[in-house]
């Protein structure tokens, strides 16, 4: 059987994922759902936590594939840079701002905002996009769904495009896509939107979205 391995966003639970966890195995995968201390470390810390979590999991001869929500597909580019198993398959990128987030640009140096969101919240401005380690020498194929219709309209003045309330549709590129999507989803509960689920599903199994 196929395995999926999960990581939710920053500020998050990996109970954000269960919906997305349920569906897939109800489609024939093995899923593991991996939760994180998203609050309290920067982003290649982390990377080294789920990395150590993953391992097991990669050492198995089961083919495996990779789903990450906003900031956990930024941490499986980090993984994906120093290690590329041989039986990893695809990965899936929802909501995942490659190039930085306009509202982490505006919010960063917010005392209360640092407070809840933690130091990773530094790299996820746009200065810092650089700094995480890209997939363009990557082996894997990976795919990347964008939403823009926003139900949050407290940051729309952050924004001068497209975006899901969080991070702007131009954001969530990255060089070496195999393809994109967009969909119309805010950010914060993107995990949850059936469309979402259907177009990570058939990319996990086509290597393309149903555009």
Do not use: C
């Not at 080294?48 to 990669?58: E, R």
């Not at 549709?169 to 393809?179: A, E, R």
């Amino acid at each position: 059987m196929e395995k999926v391995i999960l990581l939710h966003g920053i500020f998050l639970h990996e109970y954000m994922m269960n919906s997305l966890a349920k569906n897939l195995r109800k489609n024939g995968y093995e899923v593991l759902n991996v939760g994180y201390p998203s609050r309290r470390h920067t982003i290649r810390e982390l990377t080294q936590i789920v990395k150590q979590k993953v391992a097991p999991t990669f050492e198995s001869s089961d083919k495996i594939h990779l789903v990450g929500f906003s900031m956990g597909g930024l941490i499986w580019r980090s993984i994906l840079a120093e290690i590329q198993p041989k039986n990893v398959g695809r990965l899936v990128m929802i909501a995942t701002p490659n190039n930085g987030s306009e509202v982490a640009d505006r919010l960063h140096k917010n005392t209360l905002v640092k407070f809840f969101y933690g130091p990773a919240l530094e790299d996820l401005q746009t200065t810092s996009a650089n700094k995480i380690p890209s997939l363009i020498d990557s082996q894997i194929e990976f795919g990347i769904i964008a939403g823009n219709k926003p139900s949050n309209s407290l940051f729309n003045s952050f924004f001068t495009s497209e975006n899901d309330g969080t991070v702007a549709v131009q954001s969530t590129h990255h060089t070496g896509k195999k393809d994109h999507i967009v969909l119309p989803f805010d950010h914060t509960f993107a995990p949850f939107y059936n469309k979402v689920q259907q177009q990570t599903l058939h990319f996990l199994k086509n290597g393309n979205f149903q555009h």
